[in-house]
């Protein structure tokens, strides 16, 4: 299984602020990285898909880059809104694998 | 408008077998490249992925679970069924279906998740 690393997996930061979170991919999965956002007591909420793709509805702050074993995900200008858990997932290989979540809270 | 609702038991004993229902409308698994999984949460933890099957009725497992684990589709009912058998309290978790359509326009990612259901196993 591939195994998927996120880093950090908590962080603190300022409405206003611009964050990066790290997903590190245990062998290379190309550009077949998707990023999710989950606010406490909702399914989660597909953010970025394949490394880099916005979808529909989701703010232009938020924008993803990578490929490889190495992505990064990039908020721009954080809302309060934003502050949620976030994680990254594979979808190279079946089983499909998530990252431990990455917890972004108010400082 | 794509819609994926989960149903259960939000309760199970310990060694019972847990069957859980997907039924979804907006699409069909009938269409090539639609598919639906399965993904729990534990309380407070990570996301994990347990099974997928497909339109062609191709079926896949968690590597860890794949001896507990059965998943089959009703695409009259649209809908699509997850067993785990010999419940434990570590299966205590939120369970999730959620869509990944390959002519979506969001590639193999899952766009588009039911609100879950919380099953607690507890003797």
């Known amino acids: 299984d591939i195994q998927m690393t996120q880093s950090p997996s908590s962080l603190s930061a300022s409405v206003g602020d611009r964050v990066t979170i790290s997903c590190r991919a245990s062998q290379s999965i190309r550009s077949y990285l998707n990023w999710y956002q989950q606010k406490p007591g909702k399914a989660p909420k597909l953010l970025i898909y394949a490394a880099s793709g916005l979808p529909g509805g989701v703010p232009s702050r938020f924008s993803g880059s990578g490929s490889g074993t190495d992505f990064t995900l990039t908020i721009s200008g954080l809302q309060p809104e934003d502050f949620a858990t976030y994680y990254c997932?594979?979808?190279?290989?079946?089983?499909?694998?998530f990252g431990q979540g990455t917890k972004l809270e108010i400082k | 408008q794509v819609t994926l609702r989960e149903s259960g038991p939000a309760l199970v004993k310990p060694t019972q077998t847990l069957t859980l229902t997907c039924t979804f409308s907006?699409?069909?698994?009938?269409?090539?490249?639609?598919?639906v999984s399965w993904i729990r949460q534990p309380p407070g933890k990570a996301l994990e992925w347990l099974a997928r099957?497909?339109?062609?009725?191709?079926?896949y497992y968690s590597t860890s679970l794949q001896t507990r684990l059965t998943i089959s589709k009703d695409t009259s009912k649209s809908q699509v069924v997850l067993t785990l058998t010999n419940m434990d309290a570590a299966d205590t978790a939120t369970y999730y279906c959620?869509?990944?359509?390959?002519?979506?326009?969001?590639?193999?990612?899952?766009?588009?998740w039911g609100q879950g259901t919380l099953v607690t196993v507890s003797s």
């Open positions: 907006g699409f069909s698994l009938s269409t090539s490249g639609m598919c």
């Open positions: 099957i497909d339109w062609d009725d191709g079926k």
């Open positions: 959620a869509r990944t359509g390959l002519s979506s326009g969001y590639g193999v990612a899952f766009d588009y």
């Open positions: 997932q594979q979808s190279f290989s079946t089983p499909r694998t």
